[in-house]
């Protein structure tokens, strides 16, 4: 069965970290473009970070970029999201997405086909 998992969200207060997890199943995360979008009450969804296949090319979100690092490990077969500095207005439901590609990735979530359910992401004090 091919599935994503999303792990690592939680309540957390301005200026702090968290670290979120996209574990796959079912499939090899070796030739698949991973992204990571967010979803916020009352607004659209919206491209934070991103890795390609080979993990060679990664895109951020202007206004996350310095605070968020994507990365993969591709013996667990999961990327990350490490954030920093985290901002009230990084509070939302966060997606991790992936696609069959051969390389490049992209913030634009109608490119992936596959989604998990989603980890919570509350910044406040």
């Known amino acids: 069965q091919v599935q994503l998992v999303e792990s690592g969200g939680g309540l957390v207060q301005p200026g702090g970290s968290l670290r979120l997890s996209c574990a796959a199943s079912g499939f090899t995360l070796d030739s698949y473009s991973v992204g990571w979008f967010r979803q916020a009450p009352g607004k659209e969804r919206e491209g934070v970070s991103c890795?390609?296949?080979?993990?060679?090319?990664?895109m951020d979100k202007d206004s996350v970029k310095g605070r968020f690092t994507i990365s993969k490990n591709s013996t667990k077969n999961t990327v990350y999201l490490q954030m920093n500095s985290l901002k009230p207005e990084d509070t939302a439901v966060y997606y991790c997405a992936t696609v069959q590609s051969r390389d490049g990735c992209s913030l634009i979530w109608r490119y992936y086909d596959n989604w998990g359910q989603g980890t919570q992401v509350t910044v406040s004090s």
């Open positions: 890795i390609s296949a080979s993990a060679r090319v990664t």
